[in-house]
């Protein structure tokens, strides 16, 4: 905006008056200006001046816009209405009953959403993860899936695939722990499921997000992550992690950064602390130690 007078594009803007002002002319470029600002009056007695409703949330079955037309013979002071603005009413009434969800959905999405949230507050899931969950579990019951199955192993199985997809993937094991009633077995049959009807793009973990888990557990110290984060990245380099199990790699990085630090830790700690056999981290372990015989790590 340029004042039309001089052409000076410095103009002020007086928020009390809703005036815009050229400072070199004096010019009144715009008055009574449109303020497009939150209105921060208080028209009732509570000290709430807010007037935004609550957000739009995927967590709710009719994610939180729920219209109820009540009483259509009176209005809002109890007199009663015409004729014609009564059959309105009840035209707008049985239009709205028809456009909800069906009841069994309603049920469904509910008891749904009552299992999203143990998953939540069990495995400490953020906002974001839960969200996604359900979107990804309204898609299963839009196509079908939830039909002849539990609502629970669809509801699991959608979590382990968010957890996933936003880049924060829990165990099976987590899961399991974290809702006994449904077995890692069922979630994975779910999850393929899933996987297979939704057409759904996972990205491959990196191993490098369960360094830290398992060393908590573990009780090991930071340099010995930092070491095996470099094992990893040029584990990674060399293609030595292409088709293997990333919490296994994981685990295998850490015990072979614990033999150079020389620190007394052995396969079966580790492998407890990172929920695979000992078996799993002795593999993975020859197969670092196979790629890095050659070409030893840069230090």
Known sequence: MICPECGNDVLIHDPRTGEITCPSCGYVVQE????RGPEWRNLDD?????RAGAPLSIMYRDHGLSTIIDRIDEDAAGRRLPKEVREKLLRLKKLDATSQVSASEARNLQQAVNILQIYVDKLRLSQTI????MLIYRKALK???????SIRSIMAAAVYAACRLMGAPRDLRELEKAYPIVK????????????????IKVPVADPAIYLNKIASKVGLDEGT????LKILEEAHKRGATIGKDPVGMAAAALYMACQERNQPVTQKD???AAGVTEV???????GLKEVFEGQPLAS
Do not use: C, M, P, W
């Not at 009574?32 to 303020?35: F, H, I, K, M």
């Not at 992550?225 to 095996?228: I, K, S």
């Open 46 to 50: 509570e000290e709430d001046r807010s």
């Open 130 to 133: 839960a969200e996604a969950a």
């Open 280 to 286: 799993t981290v002795r593999n993975r372990f020859k």
């Open 32 to 35: 009574r200006g449109v303020d």
């Open 184 to 199: 890692r077995k069922t979630i994975a049959q779910g999850y393929r499921l899933l996987l297979k009807h939704l057409n």
């Open 143 to 149: 196509a079908g899936l939830v039909r002849g199955r």
């Open 270 to 272: 580790i492998a407890r």
């Open 225 to 228: 992550v930092q070491e095996a």
